[in-house]
């Protein structure tokens, strides 16, 4: 039914950025909120950022003021570039979004990326 792609976790120092991508595809009506999740080792999946179909976005406290999310409606797509990484940023992220398709409302979670970041 929908599909989602992420791209662009890896490795980096103490102090870099990277951006994180997820397009959505399939049955697709209407795409409401996108978000980014994470999830450290032993620890519960956290809400990092949120942005809705208008363009207001929320962040979680320990990210504020570094990331940076973003979307594009025509590609489908949602981004999060994070700057200023930090150790504790290290997880998986996950992206997530609320889909209207032909089949009802639903949401959606792409397979993951691995986020890692070195002292």
């Known amino acids: 039914q929908v599909q989602l792609a992420e791209s662009g976790g890896g490795l980096v120092q103490a102090g870099g950025s990277l951006r994180l991508s997820c397009a959505a595809s399939?049955?697709?009506?209407?795409?409401?909120?996108m978000g980014w999740h994470r999830q450290a080792p032993g620890k519960q999946r956290e809400l990092v950022a949120a942005?809705?179909?208008?363009?207001?976005?929320n962040y979680a406290d320990s990210v504020k003021g570094r990331f940076t999310i973003s979307r594009d409606n025509a590609k489908k797509t949602v981004y999060l570039q994070m700057n200023s990484l930090k150790p504790e940023d290290t997880a998986v992220y996950y992206c997530?979004?609320?889909?209207?398709?032909?089949?009802?409302?639903?949401?959606?979670w792409g397979q993951g990326t691995q986020v890692s970041v070195s002292s």
């Open positions: 997530n979004v609320d889909v209207q398709s032909y089949y009802g409302r639903d949401d959606y």
């Open positions: 399939g049955s697709i009506l209407r795409i409401n909120a």
């Open positions: 942005i809705t179909s208008g363009g207001s976005t």
